[in-house]
Antibody, heavy 119, light 107 residues
Framework: QVQLQESGPGLVKPSETLSLTCTVS??????????WSWIRQPPGKGLEWIGY???????NYNPSLKSRVTVSVDTSKNQFSLKLSSVTAADTAVYHC???????????WGQGTLVTVSS | DIQMTQSPSSLSASIGDRVTITCRAS??????LSWYQHKPGIAPNLLIF???SLQSGVPSRFSGSGSGTDFTLTISSLQPEDFATYYC?????????FGGGTKVEIK
């Protein structure tokens, strides 16, 4: 059974960089069949796809966030990461990592971690 | 971006009821539509992919249908563990986009 677990600071100051890591167990980030995604949900709002990375490092980001987002993968640790720069209160959300079937739908998700942007 | 309009936004139903949730895409997405169940604090659970394929391990009371722009998720007989929020997702084109969600509550 594939499991994903997000980790990182729960509080980030405005204008700083949000950094989260997703640790994958029961599967390998090196698998060519899957893409590794980040998705977020602001309080009281819907889900927003942030972007994904393939095992080979190919990335695809939501244009609404593209200028501020970097997703990377660390095959040695079986992890992938999200960096979101210049954050504001609008970036406060529960952030989920997920495994995508190819560049398509996610089949396994992490439970999510709340990140609050506040001074 | 492809807009996904999900309805209703919430509904109240009783155990054993048949529940139908719809999702409409702003343009044709073929069958690139998946459905998720989400409960607070728990990882979202994939129910249906490719519009009508049941994910392994998901009870058969869940079913999906549709193609093009109009899609439906049906729960044939609502069970206590089905009270949750349901989302559709289009993966036809980037950026992937979700419906606004349907909260299924106990009547």
């Amino acid at each position: 059974q594939v499991q994903l677990q997000e980790s990182g600071p729960g509080l980030v100051k405005p204008s700083e960089t949000l950094s989260l890591t997703c640790t994958v167990s029961g599967g390998s980030v090196s698998s060519g069949s899957y893409y590794w995604s980040w998705i977020r949900q602001p309080p009281g709002k819907g889900l927003e796809w942030i972007g994904y990375i393939s095992y080979s490092g190919n990335t695809n980001y939501n244009p609404s966030l593209k200028s501020r987002v970097t997703v990377s993968v660390d095959t040695s640790k079986n992890q992938f990461s999200l960096k979101l720069s210049s954050v504001t209160a609008a970036d406060t959300a529960v952030y989920h990592c997920a495994r995508g079937v190819g560049s398509s739908y996610p089949d396994y998700w992490g439970q999510g971690t709340l990140v609050t942007v506040s001074s | 971006d492809i807009q996904m309009t999900q309805s209703p936004s919430s509904l109240s139903a009783s155990i054993g009821d048949r529940v139908t949730i719809t999702c409409r895409a702003s343009q044709s997405i073929g069958r690139y539509l998946s459905w998720y169940q989400h409960k607070p604090g728990i990882a979202p659970n994939l129910l249906i992919f490719a519009a009508s394929s049941l994910q392994s391990g998901v009870p058969s009371r869940f079913s999906g249908s549709g193609s093009g722009t109009d899609f439906t998720l049906t729960i044939s007989s609502l069970q206590p563990e089905d009270f949750a929020t349901y989302y559709c997702l289009q993966s036809y084109s980037s950026p992937l986009t979700f419906g606004g969600g349907t909260k299924v509550e106990i009547k």
